[in-house]
C-alpha cells in the first residue's frame, strides 16, 4: 500500500492515529466537542478485534482504561473541560502507578458547563496541575489535523514508552476543522509497545534506575501476580508510609520526564532567526497567529513565529533560544493568559510579554493578531 489522502475532521483524524498506534480499547462518555472521536471508535474497533464502551461517565471511562491498560491493552479515552475536570483523580492514579492511557481533550467555553460549543484553550494549566500532588504528566498540542493524527499516534508512543498518562490537548476549532490530509502508507507505522519482563520470577513492577528508569510492565493475567495501588509504595508495590520511600518514588517519577524535555520537546518556527517580535501560541489560536506574522513579514516586520507543539513539559530551554533576539513577544490565546504566564516565566528578563487573551467564544480572526504586531513595532 501506498499513501492515502483524505479530507478529515480533526476528531477523526485523533481516532484514526490512534488505531494506527494500536488502539484496542476505547472507553467513553458522549460530550462536546469530542463525541466524533468515541462514534468513530465505536464503528471502527470491533472490526479490528478492538473493544468500546460507552460509560455511564467520564469517572467510569477514564477508570475502565486504566483496567484495561494493566492487561496489556493501548486504551484511550476522549472529552471536553468538564469530563476533564472528573477524570483528574484517576489521572493521578495512573501518574502514581505508572499506567500508560491516552487522554483526548478537546477544550470548550468554561468553567462548568460554558458554552459547549464554543472553542476555548482553558484547560492549558489543568492539563499539568489538575491532580493533586507532584506528577509526571506530557501534553501535546496538535495545531492542524495532520497533527491530530501524528501527534495522538505519538501521544501512545510516549505513554507506552515512559509508562505514564499522555494528554492530547486540542480545541474545538481544531477538532471539528476539514483538512486534506496526506496519510502514510500504514505498513511504515511503528506500533509502539511498552517494555515487559522475561520472567514472572522475582519481577518488581516499581524497580528502576532511580534517575528516571522505567520499569518494566508486566500484564495482568500473564502469570505475573502485583500490587498495583494508589498509596506510596515500594518496587514490589507494597504500600509504604515511610518518607524516604515516597521522596525516592517521586523523584524518580519527575526525573523520567525532566531528563527527557529535549526528546519530549517538539514545535514548529517560522522567520525566528531574526524576529524582533516574535509571536507564540499553540492549537487554534496559532493558525491566525501565523496568517497575521506572514502578513506582517511581507509588510517588511521582522516577525517570527512559535507554535508549541509540546506544551508539558515545557520547553524553557527551546523558548529561551529560540526568542533571545526578541525584544517583544505576544501570545495569543483563548483564555485569560495561561500560556503567557509560562512564557513571561521563561522569556529573557528585559524581554516584553504581551499577553492577548480572548474569553468570548470566538477564534481569532488574524487582523487582531497583525493590530498586535503593528503596536509591538
Not at 179 to 208: F, M, Q, W
Not at 258 to 278: C, M, P, Q, R, W
Amino acid at each position: 500500500m501506498a499513501e492515502t489522502v483524505k479530507l478529515m475532521q480533526g476528531n477523526e483524524a485523533c481516532t484514526m492515529g490512534a488505531i494506527a498506534a494500536g488502539l484496542d480499547f476505547y472507553a467513553g462518555y458522549p460530550i462536546t466537542p469530542s463525541t466524533e472521536i468515541a462514534e468513530i471508535c465505536a464503528e471502527e474497533l470491533p472490526k479490528l478485534g478492538g473493544r468500546f464502551i460507552q460509560m455511564e461517565d467520564e469517572i467510569g471511562s477514564i477508570a475502565a482504561c486504566i483496567g484495561a491498560s494493566l492487561v496489556g491493552r493501548k486504551a484511550m479515552t476522549a472529552t471536553s473541560g468538564p469530563g476533564f475536570s472528573l477524570m483528574q483523580e484517576s489521572i493521578g492514579y495512573a501518574s502514581l502507578c505508572e499506567i500508560p492511557i491516552v487522554i483526548i481533550d478537546m477544550q470548550r467555553m468554561g468553567p462548568s458547563t460554558g458554552m459547549p460549543t464554543s472553542p476555548a484553550q482553558g484547560d492549558f494549566m489543568q492539563a499539568r496541575w489538575g491532580t493533586h500532588g507532584d506528577h509526571p504528566v506530557i501534553v501535546l498540542a496538535p495545531g492542524n489535523v495532520k497533527e491530530c493524527f501524528e501527534l495522538t499516534f505519538r501521544a501512545f508512543v510516549l505513554s507506552e514508552k515512559y509508562r505514564v498518562p499522555v494528554i492530547v490537548l486540542a480545541d474545538e476549532v481544531i477538532g471539528h476543522m476539514r483538512e486534506k490530509v496526506v496519510l502514510p502508507d500504514p505498513h511504515s507505522y511503528r506500533i509502539p509497545h511498552r517494555a515487559e519482563p522475561d520472567s514472572p520470577a522475582s519481577y518488581k513492577p516499581y524497580a528502576a534506575d532511580p534517575d528516571g528508569g522505567v520499569p518494566l510492565m508486566a500484564s495482568f493475567g500473564k502469570g505475573y501476580r502485583w500490587h498495583c495501588t494508589g498509596l506510596f509504595h515500594d518496587e514490589s508495590g507494597a504500600p509504604s508510609g515511610k518518607g524516604s520511600v515516597a521522596d525516592t518514588l517521586l523523584r524518580r517519577l519527575d526525573c523520567k520526564i525532566s531528563k527527557n524535555v529535549g526528546e519530549l520537546t517538539d514545535y514548529f518556527a517560522e522567520n525566528i532567526d531574526d524576529a524582533e517580535v516574535v509571536v507564540v501560541s499553540f492549537g487554534a489560536s496559532a493558525m491566525a497567529a501565523l496568517s497575521a506574522v506572514r502578513r506582517a513579514r511581507k509588510a517588511g516586520l521582522k516577525a517570527g513565529m512559535l507554535r508549541l507543539k509540546t506544551v508539558w513539559p515545557f520547553p524553557d530551554a527551546a523558548l529561551k533560544s529560540l526568542t533571545a533576539g526578541a525584544r517583544t513577544i505576544i501570545v495569543p490565546e483563548m483564555n485569560l493568559g495561561q500560556l503567557a504566564l509560562e512564557v513571561e516565566r521563561t522569556a529573557r528578563k528585559d524581554t516584553k510579554v504581551v499577553k492577548l487573551g480572548k474569553v468570548n467564544a470566538e477564534l481569532f480572526h488574524p487582523d487582531e493578531v497583525f493590530e498586535a504586531l503593528l503596536e509591538a513595532f
